[in-house]
């Protein structure tokens, strides 16, 4: 399995946009990048999940480089209900099956 | 998605007893992991329970100490036995319903005297 290497904090603050960037060199041809938020004494929740490019949703955007050896997630226009923690997770594709190692993470703090 | 209740949320046990976690989903699926997280820290996975099988364990990690039972594809246990303060921790059930996408419960807290 892929590791993933990220910063472990970031401070903020409201009405920024952060960028996160995740590092994983021995990414796999068939796998895929995720991104978690979690919040204090809760599981983690799913954010944006990419193969290649730019991927992006109601939350936030996720580029991925041409060789897929790093990737950023961006939240634009942070709020202090950001302040969480950020995985980054790469993992198998293909179907529903394999397990997904989690890093370190990265404690975002976004100040008023 | 997928809904995942876990029971129970939290719970105070003593050294040298045995605490065995629910984990119920809403859908059928395949498979299902079990995470530990302690204080301050990243999860870490245990094990992933696959319904009709033994579950597999990731290093560190033996069935004797964490048994996991997969009846069916809803419903998954995880016991902690014979715990230490070591023990005390949350444990996460998820569910991995796409590529990437992971479905977690609420986590149950442990805490051991």
């Known amino acids: 399995l892929a590791k993933t290497t990220q910063p472990i904090s970031m401070d903020s603050y409201e009405g920024q946009e952060v960028n996160i960037t995740c590092s994983h060199n021995n990414i796999a041809t068939n796998d895929y990048i995720t991104w978690y938020q979690q919040f204090p004494s809760q599981g983690p929740r799913f954010i944006i999940q990419g193969y290649k490019t730019k991927v992006t949703n109601e939350v936030a955007s996720l580029f991925i480089p041409a060789d897929r050896k790093s990737s950023t997630l961006s939240l634009p226009r942070v709020s202090l209900s950001d302040t969480a923690v950020y995985y980054c997770l790469v993992g198998v594709g293909s179907g529903n099956t394999g397990k997904l190692i989690f890093g370190q993470g990265t404690t975002l703090q976004v100040k008023p | 998605s997928a809904v995942i209740s876990q029971k129970p949320s939290r719970d105070i046990c003593q050294r040298g007893t045995s605490l065995t976690i629910q984990c119920q989903v809403d859908?059928?699926?395949?498979?299902m992991f079990w995470y530990r997280q302690q204080p301050g820290q990243s999860l870490t996975l245990i094990a992933t329970a696959n319904q009709g099988s033994e579950a597999t364990y990731e290093s560190g990690f033996v069935i004797d100490k964490f048994p996991i039972s997969r009846p069916n594809l809803t419903f998954s246990t995880l016991t902690v036995s014979n715990m230490s303060p070591e023990d005390s921790s949350i444990y996460l059930c998820?569910?991995?319903?796409?590529?990437?996408?992971?479905?977690f419960g609420e986590g149950s807290r442990l805490t051991v005297l």
């Open positions: 998820s569910v991995r319903t796409g590529p990437g996408e992971l479905f």
């Open positions: 859908s059928q699926v395949t498979m």
